[in-house]
C-alpha cells in the first residue's frame, strides 16, 4: 500500500521566510554576508543605525559601515511571494499608499511607484520629443530637491548656477551617476566638466542609487523626509 506524499503548509516554512526582527514575511529579503542570516531590508537598515552587530547572532558585521555587507536577494522574495497568497499584491498596495500618502508638498506632485511619468523632470517632456517609451514606469517613485551648494571661493562657480526647477521626480533605481549626466545636461556644462553630488554633505558614489541614499544617507524620516535633498558642487580633486 503506498501512501500518498504529505502535503507541506506554508507554516511548514515560516522558520525560513520570516524576518527574525519584526517576526513577519521577510520583505526584500536582505542577507548579511558575514554571518548569511536574513532579514527585512527596512529591519535591518533600522537595526544598523544603531549597532554595527547581527541581531540574531550578535557577530560583528563591519567596524564603521555595516550597511556594506548587506545583498538583497531577489531568489529567496520570489520564492516567498509564492508560497504567501496575496503578500506580493498587498505589499506593492502599501507601497502605492506610502508614496501617496508622502508625496512632495513643495510641488504637489504625486510621487507613487505608479506614476504615469518616471523621467527624471517633467520639464523634459518635450525636450526630445521621443525616448525609449520606458522611464521605468513600474519602478517606485522618489522625489528629490536638487540644491546647488554655494561657496565663493570655490573654482567653477561661476558656472555651476542653481536649477530653474529644482524638484525632480525619478525612479527609485536611478543612480548618482545618472543625476550627473541631468545636471550637466540641464546646466549646459562642457562634458569633461565633473561634478560632487552630496547628501548630508557626504560625497556619494556614482554607483549609489537614490533607494539606498535614501535608506542609508538621509537622516530625516516622517513628515519631513520629503523630498530628499542632493546637493551639487564643481568637483573638488583632493589629490
Known sequence: MTTSPRKHLVK????????YVCK????????????????????????FEDSNDCPKCG?????????????????LEEIIFKLVPGLREREEQQEIDFWRLNK??????????RSKRARLGDEDEDDDGGGDGDYHRSDP?????????????????SI???????FIRCSSRVTVGTIKKFLSLKLKLPSSYELDVLCN????????????????????RGENAYPMVLEYRPRIDFG
Open 24 to 47: 513577519g514575511y521577510l520583505i526584500k529579503p536582505t542577507t548579511v554576508t558575514e554571518c548569511l542570516h536574513t532579514f527585512c531590508k527596512s529591519c535591518i537598515v533600522q537595526h
Open 160 to 166: 555651476v548656477k542653481g536649477l530653474m526647477k529644482r
Open 59 to 75: 557577530i560583528q558585521v563591519h567596524e564603521t559601515n555595516p550597511l556594506e555587507m548587506l545583498r538583497l536577494d531577489n531568489t
Open 104 to 113: 512632495s508638498k513643495e510641488n504637489g506632485e504625486d510621487n507613487g511607484p
Open 12 to 19: 511548514d516554512f515560516n522558520h525560513f521566510i520570516t524576518c
Open 201 to 220: 554633505g557626504e560625497i556619494m558614489g556614482k554607483d549609489h542609487t537614490m533607494e539606498f541614499i535614501y535608506m542609508t544617507r538621509w537622516r530625516l
Open 141 to 157: 517613485q522618489i522625489a528629490i530637491c536638487l540644491d546647488c551648494l554655494r561657496n565663493n571661493a570655490m573654482v567653477g562657480e
